[in-house]
């Protein structure tokens, strides 16, 4: 059950005084760019890193004090799957039966029974290290789930995997909340947070930027546009003037027109360039993504700050 | 929390039979370096009285120890570098376990690789002159050095930053037999390695076990050699300790 986190901390400044809150068998999501301090959050969390100051309780057990009992409440999948390689599935999943104590009998169950749930089974006693990607974060996961653990930590459960693993470790994730238990996950992308996530807090450079639902969230990003490009300046003035709030650049010849996306306010807007006669070139709708979260919240994007960087070290 | 280490001792044991290199380090190429000093080199060096192969056999005993440490700090520092490390600490598992699991399949290993030695040893004619009290103040010393060399080797695998740099580590513990008496007398070298060899704890090791086979304990080396042992063993816990503490 957990009852709630909260710690302002320092560490390093790679953590700059946060608080979180989450309500027992609800997914929570922190999402953010690398470096914005994920992973040292979950570290904490997780007994393997000490704070500075502040308090967290996780499962109801404070993490400095009752660190034993925190441990023996949660599971954690970390960024790059921890499994042993030179064992295999199997002996992989037994090792951990093993550690948590159970017998003999209870224990080969439990481990039969997760590699069937888990689509392991024909590679059950092949070695680890000749899994794909997508298969060692499968066992890995497994492994996480033997000892039964109330809250499971993911941390960037996804990132690296092809689209294909990715839905499948989605719906893993469903399946586990189903079962009442309570997810703390990490990411960097935004549809993830949006498909898992019952609250989602925006974590940027240590601090906490945003925190709400997924529908709140995406309420304060200025959201989706069209982007237009046309074959000369005179097409793409002649845009401006007939489509309100669109902003142009004149070097690139790209407008940006402001839409939910919808194909009523598509056609609407196909409607309008065609009345005035305007060509344009190219057509892309842009869909809200982590970039623009950035933008919005904190006043410049991941992806503008590197650039300046690359700029410098030049 | 001895279930623990006893779990880990599993798992490394498994690792070590499923590392071909591991065990070709440890067991083999031992053997292969003491058929080589004794066949090929042997009749060359006049060591005094006796057969080449009852002076050789305690420093081939000495080399089986060292040869095979460099696969426990690759297999440590490969825990500590991979992600399996933090799984095992988030865990309620106890945290000693994972050292004390290491040094126990090393000590495990260790052992078989002097047991063959020993083996071999005596298909090449080796005749000792110990009672089975001599054998058995042997086998103790042996497995005090080896208690000792496996704790300082899982200190190296800590201290390593990369798999590749810890088997290094382990490099000064392979060489230090070549610069002791165990291929030739200390007295026979050269000044200055004269006396390296002289007051190097494998050369006091080296001597005692001699003594001990020879059925003509050596008392003196065989207390420097309990010193210098559990010197090792106490730095090397306490070393590898602390490095672990500090990992995250």
Redesign the interface.
Known sequence: MASGLKKAYKDKVVLDGIDLDVRAGTTFSLLGPNGSGKTTTV?VL????KMDSGTARVAGYDVATET?KV??S???T??????????SGR?NLQ??A????LRGGEGTKIVERLLERFDLGESADK?SSTYSGGMRRKLDLA?TLV?RPKIIFLDEPTTGLDPRSRRTMWNIVRELVADGITIFLTTQYLDEADNLADKIAVLNEGKLVAEGTPEQLKRQIPGSHVQLRFGGVAPLDAAVRVLPGSTPDQESLILRVPSDGGNKSLRALLDRLDEYAIEVEEFTVHLPDLDDVFFALTGHSDAKSESTTEVIAR | MS??SA?MLR?NF??TL??PVAVFNAIIMPVVMMLMFVYVFGDAFNVGSGDYINYATPGMLMMAIGYGLSATAIAVSSDMT????????????SRAAVLTGHVASTMLRTTLAVATIIGVAFLFGFSPNASFVHWLATAGVLLLVIFAVSWLTVAFGLAAKTQESAGFYTVPLIMLPFFSSAIVPAAKMGPGVREFAQYQPFTSIIESVRGFLNGVPNNGQTLAAIAWSVGIAVVGYVWARSKFNKR?
Do not use: P, W, Y
């Not at chain 1, 997780?46 to 890193?49: D, M």
């Not at chain 1, 093993?98 to 104590?101: A, F, I, M, P, Q």
């Not at chain 2, 991979?82 to 598992?93: P, S, Y």
């Open positions: 570290n997780t007994t393997l890193l034993k441990r023996s949660i599971g954690v970390g960024q790059f799957a921890s499994v042993d390689e030179l064992l002996e090792l951990m093993d550690l948590h104590h070695r492994m000892g | 279930s623990d779990i798992r498994k690792h499923r590392n991979r992600g399996i490390i933090n799984r095992f600490k988030v865990m309620d598992v995250a």
